[in-house]
């Protein structure tokens, strides 16, 4: 007999005809027990399972090599260079086993290489992005040996690519790679200036820029007709370039200007042509 949530079990008694009532207790307790026993059960299950696709996911994906190398930023530098540099540090180990800063300072090492960065894309895969060295001369040595400068002084390997810059070769230096020199420092001053928005096509015209210890003063060869410019010292770099602009406008409109071979820059607000 049910009473309420209780199970209920009467006796009678022979003698004192009573009944006696007798409440065993309640039952949902053990049901909503067994019940929470087996939803433990069932999330450990869960969780070994999940754990262990965890677990083989991983020992996979670190049991395979490194598949794909891209590279980005490279025009002077042939991509497949910096690849082959990536791959001294990566051939034959597993991807957890790469230490992406021995690829990036192998990469960097390349002397045309200013940054690197290097990212893991995918276990599988590994992204290079590259920020290149820019030469903006070519220094010219007293026995006739070239190299690559940038505007910051680094001499760079000189080597004919696919891409070659338009430079001007800068003579009379004596040089050393290992020393930035006053002189240098000078004609850098001028080629960097002429680089810029105001001068970038004028800089075009300019062939050779070269260096006399003399009297410690420069001079410029135009490919325009094989024309000679006295620029002197560093003073007014930009004074004497605009000087140098205005002349070229003029050249195209003036015919007596077609013949000049020689233009001085050495006087304040004036040229001496001849």
């Known amino acids: 007999m049910s009473c309420g949530e209780f199970i209920c079990v009467s006796f009678i008694s022979n003698k004192t005809n009573s009944i006696i009532t007798v409440n065993v207790g309640n039952i949902e307790p053990e049901k909503n027990s067994t019940k929470s026993r087996a939803m433990l059960f069932w999330f450990f299950v869960t969780v070994l399972f999940v ?11 670190s049991s395979q090599l490194i598949q794909t190398v891209t590279v980005d930023g490279t025009r ?12 001294e540090k990566i051939s034959g180990k597993k991807p957890d086993a790469v230490e992406l800063n021995d690829i990036r300072q192998n990469i960097k090492s390349h002397p045309y290489i200013s940054n690197v960065t290097v990212q893991r894309k995918s276990p599988k895969e590994i992204k290079i992005s590259i920020i290149e060295r820019k030469p903006c001369a070519i220094i010219a040595d007293s026995a006739g040996n070239l190299s690559f ?4 002084g680094v001499f760079l390997p000189y080597k004919i690519m696919a891409d070659m810059p338009d430079l001007p070769i800068i003579r009379g230096l004596t040089t050393n790679k290992k020393e ?13 200036t002429l680089q810029n928005d105001d001068f970038t096509e004028l800089g075009k015209e300019i062939s050779e820029l070269i260096y006399s210890p003399m009297n410690r003063s420069y001079t410029m060869l135009l490919n325009d007709f094989n024309i000679t410019v006295i620029f002197g010292d560093i003073k007014n770099i930009n004074e004497k370039l605009y000087k140098l602009k ?3 406008v003029a050249k195209i409109f003036d015919k007596n ?14 040229i001496v042509v001849s």
């Open 76 to 87: 002077l530098v042939a991509a497949k260079e910096i690849i082959e540099r990536a791959m």
């Open 257 to 270: 200007m077609r013949n000049v071979r020689r233009i001085d820059l050495r006087w304040s607000e004036q």
């Open 246 to 248: 205005s002349f070229k």
């Open 51 to 61: 754990s262990g696709i965890i677990y083989y996911a991983r020992k996979w994906n």
């Open 180 to 192: 930035f020199t006053s002189p240098l420092f000078d004609a850098l001053s001028i080629i960097t």
């Open 149 to 152: 400068i940038d505007a910051g």
